[in-house]
């Protein structure tokens, strides 16, 4: 298919290559003529303005937005829509509010432009692991744009199949996406998604910081354990019940400096977390571990401690996030 990206950082970028490797035709546009011309070069048919961007593109047509949420997103929505036509599609890969996407794709709708959001997980690593994503949109549209999806997503690999999933028939979750709902549906799950995340990473902060201070000068002498935290880190992911990719991610960390002295603790929140929480006041659900999570990163912001760094040091690993307070 033929596909424009909007927006080439870290994400954007890959994407469109991931995309290209699976034999699409990518138009792209960012406001770095230098990141355009770079995928130029790889493949990519390149524009130097939005009019230009959209003229590139054959109807019915498909735009991908990658670019930061917010005020950012919403004008590139906007423009976009200024210059597109009935039957035309916008995609927000980013990491929008789901009520957001709501509003926008009634806006569209009026002009007979369909909105899809794409909740999408897989940060610096997914142009070879392939990415994670929720979809929420037009089931006729989703179903269009399919090979678009079934090229970004990661396939079945080797993970074991569920069992009882030879059964079901008609869904896509075992190759890596899936068509979660009606517009909003799909940055709703990845809302609760990174939610979740954050509780994660504060469960393995928090256990290797305990670790860490296991030779405190203020227990008994008999009490106390000088512990390797990288052995600790790597025997977890082989057979036990906690492995995961952030723990692969910590242990990669670890290995790299045990004491993780370049990372300052200082951990940014991208938004899904606080949305998560609003969620869960909203529908009057108790999200206690969730919750804490979000304000401890609230509190890096004053102070850190070891669990801090190891929070920052999995954001640095899975997504390239580097902190912002760090001097």
């Not at 504060?202 to 030779?215: H, P, R, S, T, V």
């Not at 512990?227 to 723990?247: K, Q, T």
């Not at 990372?263 to 938004?271: A, E, K």
Request: with cysteine.
């Amino acid at each position: 298919m033929q596909l424009g990206m909007v927006g080439l950082g870290k994400m954007g970028a890959n994407m469109t290559r991931r995309m290209m490797r699976g034999g699409h035709e990518l138009v792209v546009s960012d406001l770095s003529p230098n990141t355009v011309k770079s995928l130029v070069g790889e493949g990519a048919v390149g524009s130097a303005s939005l009019d230009e961007f959209v003229g590139k593109l054959k109807a019915p047509r498909a735009a991908w937005i990658m670019v930061p949420a917010g005020d950012p997103t919403e004008k590139t929505v906007q423009a976009l829509a200024d210059r597109m036509q009935s039957g035309d599609t916008i995609i927000d890969g980013g990491n929008s509010y789901f009520k957001d996407d709501i509003r926008r794709a009634g806006q569209l709708k009026s002009k007979g432009i369909n909105y899809v959001d794409v909740g999408t997980s897989g940060g610096v690593w997914g142009i070879d692991r392939g990415y994670c994503m929720m979809i929420g949109g037009p089931t006729d549209t989703v179903q269009r744009l399919d090979p678009i999806f079934k090229t970004l997503a990661p396939g079945r690999g080797d993970i074991g199949r569920t069992p009882g999933r030879e059964k079901v028939t008609g869904s896509t979750a075992e190759d890596g996406y899936i068509h979660a709902g009606p517009s909003g549906a799909g940055h709703f799950v990845k809302m609760v998604h990174n939610g979740i995340e954050y509780g994660m990473m504060q469960a393995y902060a928090e256990g290797f910081d305990i670790f860490k201070n296991a030779d405190s000068k203020e227990l008994p002498e008999e009490h106390r354990f000088t512990l390797n935290l990288p052995d600790i880190a790597e025997v977890w992911r082989r057979g036990s019940v906690v492995s995961s990719w952030l723990l692969d991610l910590t242990a990669m960390a670890l290995l790299e400096n045990p004491t993780l002295s370049e990372y300052t603790g200082f951990v940014q929140d991208s938004g899904e977390g606080r949305w998560t929480i609003q969620a869960a006041l909203e529908e009057a659900v108790p999200a206690e571990v969730l919750t804490a999570s979000l304000y401890t990163r609230f509190r890096s912001r004053q102070e850190h401690t070891f669990a801090e760094k190891m929070l920052s040091a999995m954001r640095q690993k899975f997504g390239g996030h580097i902190e912002e307070g760090k001097h």
